[in-house]
């Protein structure tokens, strides 16, 4: 049967048509308990979504659809391991790699591997090619080998281990390792090659430029010894560039690569904010992979996160959604959102090859508050558009000043409340303003958004922030009936960028290739 024809999809799209209307000041001058009815607690985390266009009837509606669509089957057969992977035959289980105890014998000792690296390099035991002490680290990766330590290392700078540099290049824009490069010294820079498949292009250029660059420096292949690192599945290819089996940290391909962080694509981060920090964020996920699997749905987060973006993508029509952490640390996290949610879900095919019919993934983009503040908060208020937001806050800094916090948490709650009630031609005329400018100064609100409070930020509360993001993923794969673990959507390009770089060079025949690109072909050659 079609999503869209099932009873559980019919009764929320009829409750939708009817309820879509109401404004969120109706909504909580109706209920003076919507905030308790719409927040939910879990392990220091609260979230309240009373701000979100749902009432009772609509999230009594979601989760039956829930339970039609079978989560409870779904989440258990990916936590024992079942190939819920169809469309490339494997098993999803990062949540293994977290489970402490219990976690598989080959990931414990992986861990063990790495704490042995990152105890050697903070304690100057592990040495360069003429004896310096490593002094900076550099990852080279590119999406789910990049995105997550980057991310998760800038996210915990306040916990920054001192006299080591770590480094992200994901890039093959020369524009970013060469700058690095330059104020690098070869003889304490240990470089980190994290591919899961170690064919990505842009990730074997850059780490054949920094090889090259090191041997410049230090005359013998010898040094590659002791300044290269791989983290692969492909054992084979990392032994063909040259790196040192004893050097390479393996992950399995079980391991999504935008699920990847709690591997030994973790590294970099281990290495940034040390040893005790990295299991903290193994705890924190592990913490929020306990509730996910028991907690019952109505208090689940990662499903009612996944719920809340299905009614606001397909039930409200909204394209996208906005990230907004009120955290200068949490800076990146949008950016990982992207690959997680997008890459997870942008799909139209289902579990049986057939089309799905409706949007999925809604667009994920957002920035740290109060930066956007300035710049498209203009377009949230009063641009039209129907944009549902994820604030996050945090109980307190993570870099105590004084002064500083207390003004960043008044703008994340004075922007969630200006979207969700706006403001009226009753309050702005009872405010003196000229019939001029009210049309320029009503807000019309009803911007649904959900705020998610952090006691603090730290290893533990990212570990359960992502994990939380993680699961609600998964759960709207599922809501979906698609597979979130594959990205064929991402082959086309690669494919196609393989054609045209000969032809940048002047070799072979563009005449297969369209008129644009030829046209471009053309302009470019001439510009070299
Ligand atoms: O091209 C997309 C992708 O395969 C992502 O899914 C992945 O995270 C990224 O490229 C990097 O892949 P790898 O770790 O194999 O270099």
């Known amino acids: 049967m079609k999503l869209t024809d099932s009873p559980a999809w019919q009764a929320l799209s009829a409750h939708a048509a009817s309820f879509s ?34 009432d009772a009837e609509a999230h009594r509606l979601l989760l039956d659809f829930a339970a039609a669509a079978d989560i409870d089957g779904w989440r258990q057969k990916m936590l024992s391991g079942e190939i819920i992977n169809h469309t490339e035959g494997r098993a999803v289980r990062h949540v293994a790699l977290r489970a402490g105890e219990a976690a598989p014998p080959e990931t414990r000792a992986v861990l063990a591997q790495m704490q042995d690296c990152c105890d050697s390099i903070h304690n100057g035991v592990w040495r360069g090619y003429s004896n310096e002490r490593i002094t900076d680290v550099v990852n080279i990766g590119i999406g789910g080998s990049d995105l997550g330590p980057r991310m998760a290392a800038r996210a915990l700078a306040a916990a920054q281990q001192p006299d080591l540099r770590v480094h992200f290049v994901a890039n093959v824009d020369a524009a970013d390792i060469a700058p690095l490069l330059a104020r690098l010294d070869p003889r304490a820079t240990l470089f980190i090659i994290a591919s899961k498949t170690f064919t990505t292009q842009e990730t074997l250029i850059n780490a054949r430029t920094a090889r090259a660059w090191l041997l410049a420096a230090a005359g013998s292949e010898e040094a590659v010894a002791r300044h290269f690192i791989a983290l692969s599945t492909a054992r084979e290819r990392t032994r063909e560039f040259g790196i040192a089996d004893a050097n390479v940290f393996e992950f399995w391909d079980w391991v999504g690569g935008r699920f990847s962080l709690w591997s030994a694509i973790g590294l970099s981060l281990a290495l940034a904010v040390g040893w005790s920090n990295f299991t903290q964020l193994l705890a924190g996920a592990r913490a929020m992979d306990e509730h996910f699997a028991n907690a019952p749905a109505a208090d689940n987060l990662p499903l009612t996160l ?80 129907l944009v549902p937001c994820d604030f996050i806050a945090l109980g307190e800094s993570d870099f105590p000043l004084p002064g500083h916090h207390r003004p960043l948490l008044a703008n994340c709650l004075a922007q969630s409340a200006a979207l969700a009630f706006g403001q009226t031609a009753a309050e702005l005329r009872a405010a003196g303003v000229s019939e001029t400018l009210l049309p320029y100064k009503l807000f019309p609100g009803n911007q649904p958004s959900s705020t998610l409070l952090l006691p603090r930020l730290d290893a533990y509360t990212l570990g359960q922030l992502l994990a939380l993001y993680e699961h609600k993923t998964f759960c709207l794969g599922v809501l979906w009936n698609l597979n979130s673990f594959d990205q064929w959507g991402v082959e086309l390009g690669k494919t196609l960028a393989g054609r045209i770089e000969p032809l940048l060079a002047g070799n072979g025949d563009a005449s297969a290739f369209d008129a644009s690109t030829r046209g ?5 050659r001439s510009a070299s």
């Not at 001058?29 to 749902?54: N, P, T, V």
């Not at 973006?309 to 029509?317: A, P, Q, V």
């Not at 471009?520 to 470019?524: D, I, P, Q, Y």
């Open 21 to 54: 209307q109401h404004h969120l000041r109706d909504l909580f001058a109706a209920d003076a308990g919507r905030f308790e009815r719409f927040s939910r607690r879990c392990d220091g985390l609260l979230l309240d979504f009373s701000k979100q266009r749902i």
């Open 306 to 385: 996944a719920l809340l973006t299905l009614w606001n993508t397909d039930f409200l029509g909204a394209p996208s959604a906005a990230v907004l952490p009120y955290s200068q640390s949490l800076e990146l996290l949008p950016a990982y959102l992207q690959q997680l949610e997008m890459e997870s879900n942008g799909k139209q095919t289902d579990r049986a090859g057939q089309g799905i019919g409706v949007p999925t993934n809604p667009i994920v983009w957002g920035a740290a508050g109060s930066n956007g503040q300035h710049s498209f908060y203009q377009l949230l208020h009063q641009g039209g558009q």
């Open 520 to 524: 471009l072909l053309a302009a470019l």
